[in-house]
């Protein structure tokens, strides 16, 4: 039985006219990691200042740990904040920057130097920057910046860790390995991180609760597998980025969209919302022009217009007879990538089954 450790319920926080949150209910299991993705303007940052206590919502509530914390200041409330720039202190040192907040929280400081060494040193080491506890932290890396803010927040021994998109200021490359040092951290810590970012392949590789936040509400709360492969609206599919979308409308005929209808499979998502058709990247075949097409399958014709290699992956571009451009995405691990001819008239082919049609 997983707890849970923050509940919002119906929480509205307008800026005038606009309502950066309206009327967001939202459920938060503790020891886990908490992925929530939303674009930009979606009202991410706004909902961690709620949490935090930065924000006071205009209506709705807030319960953490059993308690109800909508007027609770921030440094009462048990919960820490790692800033999108990290906010680090640029004169102290690693060390330094770590011990502030335990000194200077304004719940049970830590006064006693060698406790406050102890800790600091224990946490320096959890986050993996043993060695450059005495380094100012303007001479050290972006990824050790960034050890360096979650230490300081780990240190004071939060119930939740709130991270405002915490690794859009890394590079690529570093931003990867970050992301299986997060997880680990978290593991050794066992509170719950609260990760927000506009990256659906990082939130779905590091949740294991993937939250979406669509015009300030939360509009889906799954685990990452079933997320990617229920999204449960059109809006939802858009963000995962990995659908192809046709607008349209379904009756018992199947669905009516711009190519013609396409027979109906077994997935139907719940009614409501915007209807809709969508079919991954990663299950569809690209045949000859011509070629056999099963019972089962839905075919549409496409001319190809390029390639993209991504390490173990191969995207491939085909424009549609209404212009519009179709994506297939082959793991080299299963197949071969397709060997398509600039210009070439292909069949892209997909099982019914297979496709989530939206009503
Ligand atoms: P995100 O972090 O998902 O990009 P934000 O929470 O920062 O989104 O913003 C949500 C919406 O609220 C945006 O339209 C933004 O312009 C607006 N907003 C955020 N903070 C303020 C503010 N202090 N004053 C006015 N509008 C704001
Ligand atoms: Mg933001």
Known sequence: MTSTVLTLSKV???YGT??????????VPDNAYVSLL????SGKTTLLRVIAGFETPDAGTVTFKGRRVETVPPHRRDIGF???NFALFPHLSVARNVAFGLENREVNPVTDPKVVEAKVRDMIALVGLKGLEDRGVTQISGGQRQRVALARTLVTEP??????????????NLRGRMRG??????????????????????ALAMGDTVLVLDQGRIVQADRADALYNRPNSVAVARFLNCYNLFDGSVSDAGFKGPLGTF?????????GGRPGYAIRYDRIDVRPEGAGVAADEVAIPGTFIADEYSGAAVNSFFSLED?????????LSQHEAPDCTPHGRYALVWKRDDALVFA
Not at 18 to 27: P, R, V
């Open 323 to 331: 212009g519009r451009v179709f994506e297939v995405e082959s793991h």
């Open 263 to 271: 027979p109906l499979g077994a997935h139907r998502a719940p009614a």
């Open 18 to 27: 606009l309502k950066a949150l309206d009327g967001l209910d939202l459920a």
């Open 82 to 84: 790692v800033f999108q």
């Open 12 to 14: 509205t926080r307008a």
């Open 159 to 172: 119930s939740l860790v709130l991270l405002d998109e915490p690794l859009g200021a890394l590079d690529a």
């Open 181 to 202: 040092e997060l997880r680990a951290i978290r593991e050794r810590c066992g509170v719950t991180f609260l990760h927000v970012t506009g990256s659906e392949t990082e």
């Open 38 to 41: 939303g674009p930009s303007g």
